[in-house]
């Protein structure tokens, strides 16, 4: 089994940083990309950033391009989202998302979600 632990939410005041963290731990697998999602009350879960974790091409969602990035460590497979010039409206629960490959087979594992709250 695989899990992806997140840390690194919390509170901060329109236009802070904050950096969140998610690492993957678990037998014998290795990864395919990484990335994050959010959710804010009574909206639906969205995409937010992703990166390859091979060559490490990134994406992102374009209400965060030019403040959030996504980076990664391979040896500690970890996944990091540096966020800058935070807005109330990034103000939402952030998963971990993964897409791991563990005995040939290719499976999406989500984390714990942590909460970030912006304020104005």
């Known amino acids: 089994q695989v899990q992806l632990v997140e840390t690194g939410g919390g509170l901060v005041q329109a236009g802070g940083s904050l950096r969140l963290s998610c690492a993957a731990s678990?037998?014998?697998?290795?990864?395919?990309?990484m990335g994050w999602y959010r959710q804010a009350p009574g909206k639906e879960r969205e995409f937010v950033a992703r990166?390859?974790?091979?060559?490490?091409?990134?994406d992102y969602a374009d209400s965060v391009k030019g403040r959030f990035t996504i980076s990664r460590d391979n040896a500690k497979n970890t996944v990091y989202l540096q966020m800058n010039s935070l807005k109330p409206e990034d103000t939402a629960i952030y998963y971990c998302?993964?897409?791991?490959?563990?005995?040939?087979?290719?499976?999406?594992?989500w984390g714990q979600g942590t909460q970030v709250t912006v304020s104005s």
């Open positions: 990166i390859n974790w091979s060559e490490g091409y990134t």
């Open positions: 678990g037998r014998a697998f290795s990864i395919n990309n």
């Open positions: 998302r993964g897409l791991l490959i563990q005995d040939k087979i290719s499976r999406g594992y």
